[in-house]
């Protein structure tokens, strides 16, 4: 199973920050990492941020200003800072990518949990 590594998550209180990384397997062909998602108790999995079309970044409005999604080259992954994190944040996060081998396909992480206390 094709399966995107992530890191970074945790438990910390409200206010406070934590940075998601996601990196893609060497073992997986012509990924491309594209952005992250969350997931709550009891809703769907929603965007939080992602890259569109020439590489710019896109936000949900409820972490606009507060999120910045960002590739590090040097690591090769793609990362999320958040800061100011409020209880509403809580939420298994994944990110998401894409290859076109052998043919075109989604990619998903495990998932991080990310739990802020208010």
């Known amino acids: 199973q094709e399966l995107l590594v992530e890191s970074g998550g945790g438990l910390v209180q409200a206010g406070e920050s934590l940075r998601l990384s996601c990196a893609a397997p060497?073992?997986?062909?012509?990924?491309?990492?594209v952005g992250w998602y969350r997931q709550a108790p009891g809703k769907q999995r929603e965007l939080v941020a992602n890259f569109v079309s020439g590489d710019r970044e896109q936000y949900a409005d409820s972490v606009k200003g507060r999120f910045t999604l960002y590739r590090d080259t040097v690591k090769n992954t793609v990362n999320l800072q958040m800061n100011s994190l409020r209880s509403e944040d809580t939420a298994v996060y994944y990110c998401k990518g894409y290859s076109d081998y052998p043919k075109n396909h989604d990619i998903w992480g495990q998932g991080t949990q990310v739990t802020v206390s208010s």
């Open positions: 060497r073992s997986i062909w012509n990924v491309k990492v």
